[in-house]
């Protein structure tokens, strides 16, 4: 029987819960996978109304074979812990695949794991990623060696199954799909900005503008201090 492959998660304040719940709940049905879902100190996290909790503590899990980040606005918090950030890295050392969801692959680049490498993002952040020298793609999924990458918040599920077929086979990651009767028909073609009706657009826009020249001004100084710290 083959060896089980270990997953994490690194889990913070303010990450997009589906981020991280839809790609665990296909990787949680995949045979011969194993899951664990980590935290600082192991304290529960809150996510849109959500608490998750009996969490491992994230600087006891002492190795993985894949490590998924999951996305969130509270990506800019994540990225100023140290804590959070000293063990992305440590485990991302010894990982076999380093991959994130959403704007995971954000974190992964303050971490200083995606120069020069083809990754994804949400599509409202997906400027940002050359901060962190990474070539954005907008890709539902990206792969580059054996960085993979999710776009926004629904591409986990694709990018899960993308994954599990590169941990196991195809025809396992389909019966996971078959078995989870994952065959999506939204009842809208809004999914993207280029495919939004403009008064979509318009909407997002407007509640994105209210906060997201904070986060992005964030960004930048985490970025900028990367440069330096790697510099000096």
Sequence with gaps: MADTIHIVFPLYRGMTHLDFTGPHQFFARTPGLDVTVASVGGAPVG??????????????????????????????EAMLDDVFMRNVRRLADGARYITSVCTGSLILGAAGLLQGKRAACHWAWRDMLPLFGAIADDGRVVRDGNLITGGGVTAGIDFALTVAAELTDPITAQAVQLGLEYAPQPPFNAGRPDLAPPEVREVVAASYARTMPQRREAIEQIARRGATTASA
């Design 47 to 76: 996510a849109d109304g959500l608490v998750f909790s009996d969490l491992a503590r994230l600087e006891a899990v002492e190795q993985c074979d894949v490590l998924c980040v999951p996305g969130g606005a509270g990506v800019t």
